[in-house]
């Protein structure tokens, strides 16, 4: 169990640039999610799975957004012609099953300049 | 929908002190709860868990009880120590219809 793991750790992009963002979740754990946090507050749902399924995409997320989970393992997210309000920490955390506890990535930190 | 709200920060404490942070929570059903930990610079990690009502969860000291008749899910310890200062964020998931929510945090700041 080597926890989960985001790639990369910082990203700095210009702005109207495409990004991509790459998280392992720990073996066998069926659900992920994905979360931004900025500076101050709690983490703030993007979507999530269940093995490769999108159950749910968050209202907030415009259209420049997207993830998959194409094997129910590994995910991505995309965030295409990025924009300076984009700026903030990328959240990836996995959970074995719906109903126990996530565990979090350290995170994707990202700075649209 | 589902939501948290979460007492609004910052707290701060000196050693030893009794520490309360509120949390109550709205939601269809029956959740889990979570009390998750942030350490400046550090990721979340997992405090404590209860998954029904009239459970306590603890870990480090810190204790929380789930309360279905008060939806409410408070985070106490006794003696709270510098090395405690995080930012503390309730949630409640679990089930297979439910995604991770979280509340806003509060930040505890505990001095010498």
């Known amino acids: 169990d080597t926890g989960v793991s985001q790639d990369p750790r910082h990203k700095i992009t210009k702005r109207g640039q495409n990004v991509t963002f790459r998280c392992d979740p720990i073996s066998e754990h069926n659900r992920l999610y994905w979360y931004r946090q900025t500076l101050g507050q709690g983490p703030e749902f993007l979507t999530y799975f269940q093995n490769e399924a999108q159950l749910e995409k968050s209202r907030l997320l415009s259209d420049r957004f997207s993830a998959e989970r194409p094997k129910g393992s590994f995910s991505t997210l995309e965030i295409q012609r990025t924009e300076q309000g984009d700026s903030a920490m990328y959240l990836c955390?996995?959970?074995?099953?719906?109903?126990?506890?996530?565990?979090f990535g350290q995170g994707t930190r990202l700075t649209v300049v | 929908g589902n939501s948290v709200t979460q007492m609004e920060g910052p707290v701060t404490l000196s050693e030893e002190a009794f520490l309360t942070i509120n949390c109550t929570y709205t939601a269809t059903g029956y959740p889990s709860l979570f009390w998750y930990v942030q350490y400046p610079g550090e990721g979340l990690q997992l405090l404590l868990k209860a998954t029904k009502a009239d459970d306590k969860g603890s870990n480090k000291g810190f204790e929380a009880t789930y309360r279905k008749e008060t939806t409410s899910f408070h985070l106490e310890k006794g003696s709270v120590q510098v090395s405690d200062s995080a930012v503390y964020f309730c949630?409640?998931?679990?089930?297979?219809?439910?995604?991770?929510?979280f509340g806003k945090g509060t930040l505890l700041t505990v001095n010498p």
């Open positions: 949630a409640l998931g679990g089930g297979s219809n439910y995604k991770l929510t």
């Open positions: 955390a996995s959970a074995r099953q719906p109903n126990t506890e996530a565990f």
